[in-house]
């Protein structure tokens, strides 16, 4: 397959790029400067350019471009950033994916855990209510912009959560805390923290590539529910750390805003069920399993 990527060179991105080069396939990046090689597609989606013929030759696109929520506090300035990095990219691929004579056969979304808002001990799948929230906000006009693209391709919305990785991403800065034995729970730690390895990650998202009767949302997070606590917990152990440092909420509040509230401290307890169904096999189903991945002790 020829797959065309928007958010190529981030964590996830990389990584789908990666999985997709060994099992044969042809990663196409899409860039915001001028193309180096063949594997390289320019546009601009702030201005709403793209080379119009770009969909002719594509199977499928994986949209996962955005600025990162993690860079906190959020101003006012930067939640414009967050917006346009998704809905006005997302708005141009779509109306390339209309527009093309031969469109891809599917359209990978990216979405996120943060359409739930804060939700408590609630179970959520696929079929909940959109929260409240910027963030909640933010995912659904992210999502309604993508299946924009449905009369002409198959949409699949992913819904991400934490994604476990060994050096950037969501652990990036707590990781290094927690190899100095210096780290611990957010908060009361009571708050479900919904999570999925990285290899999960892109794995299931080539699988929904793959998978010709999959369209509609998918939340991309592992079947083990787990709380801030027994995630901080696991990692420590895994480093043979102790995790006695608990930081309080005030002062998470304090330092990052209404930021701390939707990333921090809300609870999503998320089921894999409907990903399950399709028959994805994760490689990191459980806390243990991808704890031990993160440290690089599997």
Not at 44 to 58: F, L
Not at 98 to 120: E, M, R, T, W
Not at 209 to 222: E, K, V
Not at 235 to 260: D, Q, S, Y
Request: hydrophobic share 45%; glycine share 10%.
């Amino acid at each position: 397959m020829r797959v065309l990527i928007s958010g190529a060179s981030g964590l996830v991105g990389s990584e789908v790029r990666r999985q997709l080069q060994e099992l044969g396939h042809e990663p196409i990046s899409l860039v915001r400067r001028v193309a180096q090689n063949a594997s390289e597609v320019s546009y601009d989606p702030a201005n709403g350019v793209i080379d119009p013929a770009v969909m002719e030759s594509i199977d499928a696109v994986v949209n996962l471009a955005g600025a990162t929520t993690g860079k906190l506090p959020w101003t006012r300035k930067y939640k414009a950033e967050l917006i346009q990095s998704r809905v006005e990219t997302t708005r141009l691929l779509v109306n390339a994916i209309l527009a093309a004579k031969n469109a891809p056969k599917v359209l990978i979304s990216g979405s996120a855990s943060g359409i739930y808002g804060d939700a408590g001990d609630e179970w959520l799948d696929e079929t909940a209510p959109v929260g409240s929230g910027f963030l909640a906000e933010l995912a659904s006009e992210w999502e309604a912009e993508a299946l924009k693209a449905t009369p002409r391709t198959r949409v699949v919305l992913v819904r991400t959560t934490m994604v476990m990785s060994r050096k950037l991403g969501a652990l990036g800065r707590l990781l290094p805390l927690l190899r100095a034995g210096i780290g611990g729970p957010l908060g009361s730690g009571k708050q479900w923290w919904a999570f999925i390895s990285l290899p999960d990650e892109a794995g299931a998202i080539i699988h929904l590539i793959n998978n010709s009767q999959a369209s509609g949302a998918y939340n991309l997070t592992a079947p083990e529910p787990a709380t801030c606590a027994d995630l901080v917990h696991a990692l420590g152990k895994a480093l043979h750390r102790p995790t006695l440092i608990a930081v309080p909420a005030f002062a998470l509040r304090l330092a990052f805003g209404e930021g701390a509230d939707e990333l921090l401290l809300c609870s999503q307890k998320m089921s894999a069920s409907r990903l399950l169904e399709t028959g994805f096999v994760f490689k990191h189903p459980t806390l243990q399993a991808a704890a031990q991945w993160s440290v690089g002790k599997d």
